[in-house]
């Protein structure tokens, strides 16, 4: 059933920067939080009935406004009025996952800022499709070709992608389940749909633009927002799960531990409070049965930031 934004209950999974106190160390959660999101830049810009050179190069010039996102390598495709491009910063497999990625004939392109954890497991179920990359998102147009635009939750991961279907030229967009990824969504005079990972790839060319609201799909075919993710709990005032202990730290250790997925040497950034410190320990004690310990060593490096008191 597709259905408008509903503004209410996407604001309340959305971490909103006012919710942090300002003393002084919860300023430094908030920035180590906010830099651990940046990875990738994505813009797209989609129906533009613009396919001229000039057209391309603003493209060019607005996607490069990311380029502090991503500064392993930049990317753009075009098909006819239809432009996806990406500012990367590698984190799987870096000597081939540039973006955009594609399926086996190309027929579909995708750009994506994220990382899939459970890619592996989703790579074993689309046996008979070839990769052409290592990387974690390419599985993101496979899982299209197979499913459709029903897929969505089977990612396991942070993400926001734009893919585009060069065979009908229809589109979907889809951002993680609470907003880890940063999304913006835009509207031209001209009818294109804008969607950029920052607000300064769209704002200036766009005649509205919005959040992209987490845990939604936008499908071009279907003509608006399809909120893809629905857990049971969604609903319920009151938590009717009793707190356990044990399972809070078996979560919290598990949702660690996927993270430790990565190609490139990788450190923790510590704020000094509770959060990072325990994501340190957990890391620490799981380091060794990782594949990224047999590449870079069981020695996890952190890092911390220091900031001035003005009195
Ligand atoms: N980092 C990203 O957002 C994209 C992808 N996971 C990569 O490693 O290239």
């Known amino acids: 059933s597709w259905q408008p934004i509903n ?23 908030t920035y180590c939080c906010r830099r651990s999101r940046k990875m990738c830049g994505i813009l797209a810009v989609l129906g533009c009935a613009d396919d001229t ?6 493209v060019l010039e607005l996607s490069r406004r990311l380029k502090h996102r991503g500064p ?4 753009m495709h075009q098909v006819g ?17 540039d973006q ?18 459970n890619h592996e497991q989703l790579r074993a179920q689309l046996s008979s499709h070839t990769f052409r990359t290592g990387s974690d998102c390419e599985v993101i147009a496979h899982l299209y070709e197979e499913h459709g635009e029903n897929f969505i939750d089977m990612l396991d991961g942070v993400f926001s992608f734009v ?25 031209g005079i001209d009818g294109s749909v804008w969607i950029s990972s920052e607000v300064k790839g769209l704002n200036d060319d766009c005649e509205h633009f919005e959040i992209f609201p ?15 993710y629905n857990p049971p709990w969604f609903s319920e005032v009151i938590p009717s ?12 250790e598990k949702a660690v531990i996927k993270r430790l997925m990565t190609d490139v040497p990788f450190g923790v950034l510590l704020s000094g409070g509770l959060d990072s410190s325990l994501v340190a320990a957990v890391t620490v004690r799981h380091l060794a049965g990782t594949k990224a310990a047999k590449r870079w060593g069981t020695k996890l490096h952190s890092f911390c930031v220091g900031l001035e008191v003005w009195n």
């Open 241 to 252: 799960v009793p707190y356990d202990p044990l399972a809070l730290r078996k979560a919290f």
């Open 72 to 75: 392993d390598w930049s990317g």
């Open 53 to 58: 050179q000039g057209k391309r190069v603003r």
């Open 163 to 187: 893919l585009l279907d060069t065979r009908d030229n229809s589109f979907i967009a889809a951002r993680d389940a609470i907003g880890v990824t940063p999304l913006y969504i835009g509207w």
């Open 81 to 97: 009025d239809c432009y996806l491009s990406h500012q990367r910063l590698a984190i799987i497999d870096p000597a081939s996952g």
């Open 100 to 117: 955009p990625l594609y399926n086996e004939d190309k027929s579909i392109v995708v750009t994506v800022n994220g990382e899939i954890y």
């Open 214 to 228: 987490p845990g939604h799909l936008y499908s071009s075919k279907q003509g608006g927002f399809k909120r893809w």
């Open 7 to 29: 503004r209410r209950s996407c604001a309340t999974h959305t971490a909103h920067p006012s919710s942090f106190r300002s003393t002084e160390r919860d300023l430094l959660a």
